[in-house]
């Protein structure tokens, strides 16, 4: 045996163990990322302050956010990676490193500007998309044969007016969040044709239309009945008439807002238009073909993303509730808070509310008619006549009195952005 080597082995384990266990603890405590996953986010590190910024959409509920936090290799951090917290007041996170030593970094979440998900951001392409599909002008007019008074006849309206109609309804559902498949129908069509006729030949905006002396029974029948089954305008073009029913806040109208919640009807299925030689629209409103379906409430801004462009500052806010989830609303019971999130403004309504039907100026009502939805919750805040809703604008909206609360956002978007 050669005993110089073996020697040498030795001598080389000898440094090699002097060498590991003199090996020091490491005192790297940085936090090196820190972002959310719901609402997708990321802050923004200043090491040397120690203070981390992280910013979130307006309406984030900031009480209950969930971070995931990225320390220094052999370190940790209190409170730990994916142990939710209340944001409200910034929070001190504890680094420490292996060899004991620590870091503290100060965690400040704002939300100062409104953020699009990607599902709201999809959603607001498709409202684009479609609004931008529906036309308002048709070459040559209107009419296949334009409808007459003398002798009476309801003519033949081009089925590309119709259906620009049709796609109108199903644009504001699809905003609202209910089924958005609305057909054209023929017997509707039919029915409001003989409507507009009717109406013009009294040249008047009624529901319950006398009978002209020269115009047959049959004829009549058909237009009064369409008269009582309908929303009716003095305009006659389809898809503008449908944007003029989701305003509804005339003071003759805003009682009840009862054509928009037509249109926002969930069992409706298919529909028809008249449309008068010159003036005079009917949009038939009766159709409840697609039979119950679940809903909570329907609101009208709707929860989400919703166009500034449908929406001014003399329109009023509604929700139509489902009775059977929260009960019928009473109006000496409920309240509303309407929060504009991006200055902070705050209007509140109940019974209390001074009230008027003038053109922007504070209201507050419950409507249990039955006008598609029975139990209607509508608001609306004073605004000056230079207020418009804005690209960007954030509002939280809560009612309570109710069996049990309802507290939704509203991201309005401009269809120009």
């Not at 037509?262 to 629209?281: Q, Y």
């Not at 806010?317 to 902070?344: F, M, R």
């Amino acid at each position: 045996m050669n005993w110089k080597n073996v020697a040498a082995i030795l001598a080389c384990f000898a440094v090699t163990a002097t060498f590991v266990s003199c090996k020091r603890e490491s005192s790297n405590k940085q936090i090196t990322a820190f972002s959310f996953i719901e609402p997708s986010t990321t802050g923004v590190i200043n090491e040397t302050a120690k203070t981390i910024v992280i910013d979130v959409s307006l309406g984030t509920d900031i009480t209950v956010l969930v971070p995931t936090i990225v320390v220094s290799d052999r370190a940790t951090v209190s409170p730990a990676s994916g142990v939710m917290q209340n944001f409200t007041n910034p929070v001190t996170y504890t680094v420490t490193a292996e060899d004991g030593s620590t870091a503290n970094y100060t965690v400040t979440v704002t939300s100062s500007t409104v953020k699009f998900t990607a599902a709201e951001q999809q959603k607001i392409n498709t409202i684009k998309t479609r609004y931008s599909n529906i036309p308002t002008s048709f070459s040559g007019g209107y009419f296949i044969t334009i409808p007459t008074t003398s002798p009476y006849s309801i003519g033949e309206v081009k089925n590309e007016v119709l259906q620009a109609g049709i796609n109108a309804i199903n644009l504001v559902r699809y905003i609202a969040g209910i089924p958005d498949d609305v057909v054209l129908d023929a017997e509707y069509v039919d029915l409001c044709q003989h409507g507009a006729v009717l109406l013009t030949a009294i040249n008047q905006l009624t529901h319950y239309p006398e009978k002209p002396g020269d115009m047959n029974q049959e004829f009549y029948k058909k237009g009064a009945d369409a008269a009582r089954r309908s929303n009716i305008s003095t305009s006659n073009l389809p898809s503008t008439t449908v944007f003029q029913y989701m305003d509804d806040s005339d003071p003759s109208n805003i009682d009840r807002v009862g054509h928009r919640r037509w249109i926002l009807n969930p069992p409706m299925k298919k529909s028809g238009f008249g449309v008068g030689a010159t003036r005079f629209g009917l949009l038939y409103a009766f159709d409840g073909s697609r039979g119950n379906i679940d809903y909570d409430y329907v609101a009208w801004p709707s929860p989400g993303v919703f166009p500034t462009n449908i929406f001014s500052n003399n329109h009023a806010w509604s929700i139509s509730v489902n009775a059977q989830k929260y009960g019928t609303p009473d109006i000496n019971k409920i309240e509303v808070t309407l929060k504009h999130l991006n200055s902070g403004e705050v209007w509140f309504f109940s019974k209390d509310t001074p009230s008027s039907t003038a053109i922007r100026s504070a209201y507050f009502n419950i409507d249990k008619g039955g006008y598609g939805i029975n139990n209607c919750i509508i608001f609306r805040p004073a605004l000056n006549n230079t207020f418009k809703y804005q690209d960007g604008d954030v509002f939280q909206v809560t009612v309570s009195g109710l069996d049990k609360n309802i507290s939704y956002l509203v991201k309005m978007f401009g269809m120009n952005n």
